[in-house]
């Protein structure tokens, strides 16, 4: 049993045999010398190199360093225990105790031992092989001669008289050199499987290393959620608070006022009685002279002190609903407040970049505006600048979903859109025009249906009313999505471009007349 244990462990794990001048990797892992050389010349192009036992990743090509203890223990064993032990089978002949057999004769269909392998023929017909059980496998159960050839187009062993009979006319090969070809095919499957192997392995990784970041993102989403949400009910709670304090202070102001004002009402409503009074005596007088006498009584009636009372008894009765509503709208800013800590991301700059710029537009100091221009910019002539009016974006996106907005307001004539760094500079090449470009344009000719999204000269019409003075173009990269959006009330969805990138993608603006505006920056968002 412990013969066995160590015959397993003698096995390289890329073959299956025994080692051949066994090496060894940083993380302690043996192969044979050739097998593991085939495996990382397939890793060359990846960027990483793996152990196939364990999966142990470096960045460049492990040195191979010859495990001589090992090569010493395989010479040991192999002379100890010679193949013919390891296989079970035993000589035909000797029939009085089993002894292991040295080689199998495929004409006898017999196993010899060294003893009758001495004395067996020589002759051709004879062929000897390595010790094996399948003897009636290697002969055509037609003509009961041995397989010497291989009929590539019925994948099939056969028999000379296979060869000239049945198949003859197909295309033959000799058994040997037929073995040959099918063992390189088998390698170059299993180095084909082992990459695959070792992908699914690191896609296994990482998502085992999701589902362990997962609990913790989602436990300080929450976290952040529940500090917000505490947030806004203790602002709601003061603000509350504040509210009907402010109402209670105008109540009681109102509730102090009040009576004073009844006390002067009541005094000014006496006196009024008792004017009342005199005039209605002087107006039931017979004489002339003492009524004339009577002084002016024109002024009885005191207008400006009947509005002065007027006044202070509405605004005694009345609480300062402003004020109440002001307080209120403290509300819009916490509620603007919840948008921008969970929906809105701060926007990073997006740039455009000058040394891009074609010679015939200018681009604004903060570098957000390019606008065409009458008059050569003299910039020097490179590989990287455009001769059309078009600029592009410093910044590039690789991957995952932003998005950010264009002012097009300025201009009659214009496109907007995404290209890869690699677009030709040269004749006058627009963005929309080439495979290597994504836009939405405007063309001031066509009044009818004037925007269209372009792809390699590939139009979209898009119909309907519409009016653009502000663009919003979102990137979803690993989707293969372009989306272009109208920033009107409401929002327009305009179209979505589908791709493959394959490459960094940057921000393209082309400007027939007037100017473009990026309008503050690009934002992200997560899955």
């Known amino acids: 049993?412990?013969?066995?244990?160590?015959?397993?462990?003698?096995?390289?794990?890329?073959?299956?045999?025994?080692?051949?001048?066994?090496?060894?990797?940083?993380?302690?892992?043996?192969?044979c010398r050739v097998c593991i050389d085939r495996v990382l010349d397939t890793q060359e192009g990846c960027g990483v190199y793996t152990c196939p036992e364990c999966r142990t990743e470096c960045?460049?090509?492990?040195?191979?360093?010859?495990?001589?203890?090992?090569?010493?223990?395989?010479?040991?064993?192999?002379?100890?225990r010679p193949d013919q032990e390891e296989t079970g089978i035993f000589c035909t002949y000797c029939i009085h105790?089993?002894?292991?057999?040295?080689?199998?004769?495929?004409?006898?269909?017999?196993?010899?031992?060294?003893?009758?392998?001495?004395?067996?023929?020589?002759?051709?017909?004879?062929?000897?092989?390595?010790?094996?059980?399948?003897?009636?496998?290697?002969?055509?159960?037609?003509?009961?001669?041995?397989?010497?050839?291989?009929?590539?187009?019925?994948?099939?062993?056969?028999?000379?008289?296979?060869?000239?009979?049945?198949?003859?006319?197909?295309?033959?090969?000799?058994?040997?050199?037929?073995?040959?070809?099918?063992?390189?095919?088998?390698?170059?499957?299993?180095?084909?499987?082992?990459?695959?192997?070792?992908?699914?392995?690191?896609?296994?990784?990482?998502?085992?290393e999701r589902r362990r970041e997962d609990p913790v993102k989602a436990a300080g989403i929450t976290e952040s959620v529940t500090a917000l949400f505490r947030d806004i009910?203790?602002?709601l709670e003061d603000l509350e608070k504040r509210v009907l304090s402010e109402i209670s202070r105008q109540e009681q102001r109102v509730s102090l006022l009040v009576p004073d004002l009844i006390q002067q009402l009541e005094i000014k409503k006496d006196e009024l009685s008792g004017k009342m009074r005199h005039i209605e005596e002087?107006?039931?007088?017979?004489?002339?002279?003492?009524?004339?006498?009577?002084?002016?009584?024109?002024?009885?009636?005191?207008?400006?002190?009947?509005?002065?009372?007027?006044?202070?008894?509405?605004?005694?009765?009345?609480?300062?609903?402003?004020?109440?509503?002001?307080?209120?709208?403290?509300?819009?800013?916490?509620?603007?407040?919840?948008?921008?800590?969970i929906y809105v991301p701060e926007p990073t700059d997006l740039l455009?970049?000058?040394?891009?710029?074609?010679?015939d537009i200018q681009i604004s100091y903060d570098k957000k505006t390019a606008s065409r221009s009458d008059i050569h910019q003299n910039r020097p002539v490179t590989p990287?600048?455009?001769?059309?009016?078009?600029?592009?974006?410093?910044r590039g996106f690789s991957s995952g979903r932003h998005y950010w907005e264009v002012d097009v307001s300025k201009s009659d004539e214009w496109r907007v859109g995404m290209c890869y760094p690699s677009i030709s500079r040269r004749n006058h090449s627009i963005i929309g025009d080439n495979k290597k470009s994504w836009c939405l344009c405007r063309c001031k000719e066509v009044w009818y249906y004037?925007?269209?999204?372009?792809?390699?000269?590939?139009?979209?019409?898009?119909?309907?009313?519409?009016?653009?003075?502000?663009?919003?173009?979102?990137?979803?990269?690993?989707?293969?999505?372009?989306?272009?959006?109208?920033?009107?009330?409401?929002?327009?969805?305009?179209?979505?471009?589908?791709?493959?990138?394959?490459?960094?993608?940057?921000?393209?603006?082309?400007v027939g007349d007037g100017c473009i505006t990026i309008s503050g920056g690009v934002r992200s968002w997560e899955r």
């Open 1 to 31: 049993m412990a013969s066995a244990d160590l015959r397993q462990e003698l096995d390289c794990s890329i073959c299956l045999s025994i080692y051949t001048d066994p090496v060894n990797l940083r993380c302690g892992h043996n192969f």
């Open 59 to 80: 960045q460049e090509r492990p040195a191979l360093q010859r495990n001589i203890t090992l090569c010493n223990i395989v010479g040991s064993f192999l002379s100890t």
């Open 97 to 208: 105790s089993p002894v292991p057999a040295a080689k199998s004769c495929l004409h006898c269909e017999a196993h010899l031992c060294d003893n009758h392998l001495r004395v067996h023929s020589k002759s051709a017909e004879h062929v000897l092989c390595d010790p094996t059980t399948a003897l009636e496998n290697r002969k055509c159960s037609v003509h009961k001669e041995l397989f010497k050839y291989y009929c590539t187009k019925d994948s099939a062993c056969i028999c000379v008289y296979c060869s000239a009979g049945e198949h003859r006319g197909h295309q033959v090969e000799i058994l040997d050199e037929a073995f040959e070809k099918k063992k390189e095919k088998l390698r170059d499957v299993l180095q084909k499987l082992t990459i695959k192997s070792a992908e699914t392995e690191k896609r296994v990784q990482s998502l085992q």
């Open 233 to 235: 009910r203790r602002q």
């Open 282 to 341: 002087l107006y039931n007088m017979s004489d002339p002279v003492t009524v004339l006498q009577e002084p002016d009584t024109s002024d009885v009636c005191d207008s400006e002190d009947t509005e002065r009372h007027d006044t202070q008894v509405r605004g005694a009765g009345d609480l300062d609903a402003s004020l109440i509503s002001g307080k209120l709208h403290i509300l819009f800013d916490i509620i603007a407040g919840i948008n921008r800590g």
């Open 352 to 359: 455009l970049d000058v040394a891009t710029a074609g010679n």
């Open 384 to 394: 990287e600048r455009f001769q059309s009016p078009q600029v592009i974006s410093t």
């Open 450 to 510: 004037p925007y269209l999204l372009l792809h390699d000269r590939y139009e979209i019409r898009i119909a309907g009313n519409i009016h653009c003075y502000r663009v919003r173009i979102c990137l979803d990269y690993e989707a293969g999505q372009l989306s272009f959006y109208s920033l009107c009330d409401p929002i327009i969805h305009l179209q979505t471009l589908n791709a493959t990138f394959t490459k960094p993608l940057h921000a393209a603006l082309w």
